[in-house]
């Protein structure tokens, strides 16, 4: 089946810096991907809707210099944190839709916590 | 707007009873999908069941099973026999039914209910 692949799968930085997530579809192509974040105990969130080769579409209250995507080939989108502050600190999940499987099946990631000193 | 919600926060049981996890959903499509994914303590989701909102009738896979009921606006996920591996959070979402280029397809999670099996 569809694989999904998120690296790194935890981070610790300090903060200012930036921190790069990875995701991957590994045996299907997917012009469109999604990030979520996922605060402890709550639920997914979605953050922005990537798009092969467009600019990702930010949902309302996510500041798109602040979390930025980029989707540059049909296998592969990041999301880098820019000068992240322990507020950021969050567990981020990507997903990516495999036409092949039928309409609307997302394939998530394994996720990745990031915690920011 | 398009809402769901999982009103049980956190739900424990003993092995081998059977439990039901409540979704209700809000959208003013008239199609749409449903769905269920299970978070185990890893943070991986995986994908349970997709049901469109054409197809009412109940589904049973194993020992899990589906009721959907259009008229209440209600997705429950029955699990029968329930086994310490079943602990988990289960998440409840709901999903346009066509991609097109106005729609991506995004989904909508309820907020998730936490699920014990003691053993």
């Known amino acids: 089946g569809a694989v999904v692949s998120q690296h790194p799968s935890w981070v610790i930085c300090k903060s200012g810096t930036s921190v790069k997530i990875e995701c991957r579809s590994l045996?299907?192509?997917?012009?469109?991907m999604f990030w979520y974040r996922q605060f402890p105990k709550q639920s997914l969130m979605l953050m922005a809707t990537?798009?092969?080769?467009?600019?990702?579409?930010?949902e309302q209250g996510v500041e798109k210099d602040k979390f930025l995507i980029n989707h540059a080939s049909l296998t592969l989108s990041t999301l880098t944190v820019t000068s992240a502050h322990p507020e950021d600190s969050s567990f981020y999940i990507c997903?990516?839709?495999?036409?092949?499987?039928?309409?609307?099946?997302?394939?998530f990631g394994a996720g990745s916590r990031l915690t920011v000193l | 707007a398009q809402k769901v919600t999982q009103a049980q926060t956190e739900i424990s049981v003993v092995e081998k009873e059977d439990v039901t996890l409540d979704c209700v959903y809000e959208?003013?499509?008239?199609?749409?999908?449903l769905f269920w994914y299970k978070q185990p303590p890893s943070g991986e989701l995986v994908f349970l069941i997709r049901?469109?909102?054409?197809?009412?009738q109940n589904e049973i896979s194993g020992r899990y099973s589906w009721n959907f009921q259009k008229s209440t606006s209600s997705f429950n996920f029955t699990i029968t026999a329930s086994q310490v591996v079943d602990s988990a959070v289960y998440f409840c979402?709901?999903?346009?039914?066509?991609?097109?280029?106005?729609?991506?397809?995004?989904?909508?999670f309820g907020q998730g209910t936490t699920l014990q099996v003691k053993p």
């Open positions: 959208t003013r499509d008239t199609t749409y999908y």
């Open positions: 049901r469109n909102s054409f197809d009412e």
């Open positions: 979402a709901l999903s346009d039914l066509e991609v097109s280029s106005s729609n991506t397809g995004k989904l909508i």
């Open positions: 045996d299907f192509q997917a012009t469109t």
């Open positions: 997903s990516a839709m495999d036409r092949s499987a039928g309409a609307n099946v997302l394939t």
């Open positions: 990537s798009n092969e080769g467009s600019k990702a579409t930010y």
